[in-house]
């Protein structure tokens, strides 16, 4: 296993042949669909972009930067400058459940998804930043590029810890307008926001970013164990509520979270947000290996 525990070895060799795809232009964030995977093999000019810690220096264009003492990096045409967002939301509410499989903890899963994500990035030279959404704001990591930091990027992933609240809203908001350069933005939450999450999603949209949801529930939020007469308390606020659950109910409430689903799907379909609902009981790097391999951002 690495030293974060978060993914062996065997899957971080399968990680490392895959790569990140936007599948859809978005204004001021990258010409297009990147044409190749060979990066840096073509001599013909294409572009310039800003020098990034971690860029190959004999990249740099020396004579700009005597000129304007600002670093720039040459791009060639067979390459396109992806930029890679990695959004955890690290409320309270992904703390759960609170006991039971390590595994298919929310937290735990997601710090996983995002783990598999960065080296991916990582492993393709993409500009790579990670974020927590969470309303005490803990700080962020990057942007880097390249495999020299990947023990960096594991180590920050691997200490983040779920507290709090997330108004996703106020959060993703927040983050399009502080984040800089825009590109491939992938969320993984819960989603359970009391306000809801499409306002803050349509800023980063209006900014240029391609947004996809990594949506997660545990088992037991899908199919509730329990019965009887229950005092549930909100993970978040603490606030409890008595609530008696027969099979009536239990039945109510799993037809009004596939209405959740359902309506979640058919708001990104209409916004072109790419939308992977995700039961932790899944193994984890089947969302990347397979899932994100049809929706077609993972190559």
């Known amino acids: 296993m690495t030293d974060d525990k978060l993914f062996d070895e065997k899957t971080r060799r399968k990680l490392d042949q895959l790569m990140l795809v936007a599948t859809r232009v978005r204004a001021g964030a990258m010409k297009g669909e990147r044409r190749s995977i060979k990066r840096g093999t073509s001599i013909e000019f294409a572009d310039y972009r800003n020098y990034v810690r971690g860029d190959d220096l004999r990249r740099l264009d020396w004579n700009i930067y005597a000129r304007l003492e600002k670093p720039f990096i040459k791009l060639l045409e067979d390459e396109e400058d992806l930029a890679v967002h990695l959004l955890l939301d690290s409320s309270r509410s992904m703390d759960w459940p609170g ?17 598999g994500l960065a080296t991916i990035a990582m492993g393709s030279n993409d500009r790579l930043t990670l974020a927590t959404l969470n309303d005490s ?35 993703l908001r927040d983050y399009a307008l502080r984040a800089g350069r825009p590109g491939l933005c992938f969320l993984i939450s819960d989603l359970l926001a009391p306000a809801g999450f499409m306002e803050g999603l349509s800023v980063l949209q209006g900014k240029g970013y391609e947004v996809a949801i990594l949506h997660l529930l545990a088992r037991d939020e899908v199919e509730p164990p329990m019965g009887g007469d229950l005092r549930l ?6 606030q409890p509520q008595e609530v008696s659950i027969d099979g009536g109910m239990r039945d109510l409430y799993m037809k009004r979270l596939t209405e959740w689903q359902d309506s979640i799907r058919t708001d990104c379909l209409r916004r072109g947000v790419h939308y992977v609902p995700v039961i932790t009981d899944t ?5 990347i290996l397979y899932n994100l391999r049809r929706l077609g951002t993972v190559k």
Request: no cysteine.
């Open 99 to 115: 006991d039971g499989e390590r595994d298919q903890h929310k937290f735990f899963y997601g710090q996983r998804l995002m783990a």
């Open 137 to 171: 704001r803990q700080a962020g990591f990057g942007p880097v590029r390249g495999r020299g930091h990947s023990l960096g990027v594991l180590r920050y992933v691997s200490a983040l810890k779920p507290d709090g609240t997330a108004d996703l809203n106020t959060t």
């Open 233 to 238: 308390i909100d993970i978040e606020t603490n």
């Open 283 to 287: 193994p984890w790097e089947k969302i």
